[in-house]
């Protein structure tokens, strides 16, 4: 069974009260719920972490490594600036989603640069919580797809 860690960084565990106006109004509950359904229906294992603290996603990114698939990460503020993070997911063979609710490059100025993306399998931003959903049909298809290849 395959399995799938969903971190989430830096304030998003106030979504659903944090400018819905941009993050929408799903509670973090609500995208892990919705995860955790899509997730049973394809047979995945998938756990959820969220943090407030650099340190501890970067411990989360390296834990990974021989426990976990694939990563599905929201790092939030930390996108612009965590070079720690970006080492830790450069570090690890675990493939990483990159996930954003709003659209980044559409936002303020400071927004546009993730210093993730350059080692991140892709990035999915701008669909709310649907950007969840959209990051783990990938997931699903990239690791079914490595599945079918290992059988050959």
Not at 11 to 16: E, H, R, S, T
Not at 39 to 57: D, R
Not at 63 to 79: H, K, P, R, V, Y
């Amino acid at each position: 069974m395959s399995k799938i860690l969903v971190l989430n960084g830096p304030n998003l565990n106030l979504l659903g009260k944090r400018e819905p106006e941009i993050y929408g109004a799903a509670t973090l509950a609500d995208i892990n719920e919705a995860l955790r359904e899509r997730a049973a229906k394809a047979g995945a294992a998938i756990e959820f972490f969220q943090s407030n603290h650099e340190g501890a996603l970067v411990d989360a990114v390296q834990n990974a490594e021989g426990s976990a698939d694939f990563i599905l990460l929201n790092a939030a503020a930390f996108t612009h600036y965590s070079i720690a993070l970006r080492d830790a997911i450069a570090a690890v063979s675990v493939p990483v989603i990159e996930i954003h609710l709003s659209n980044i490059h559409r936002r303020e100025e400071f927004r546009h640069t993730s210093v993730i993306a350059p080692v991140v399998m892709g990035q999915v931003a701008g669909f709310g919580a649907e950007s969840y959903l959209g990051a783990l049909e990938i997931a699903l298809m990239k690791l079914d797809a490595k599945e079918k290849g290992a059988r050959r």
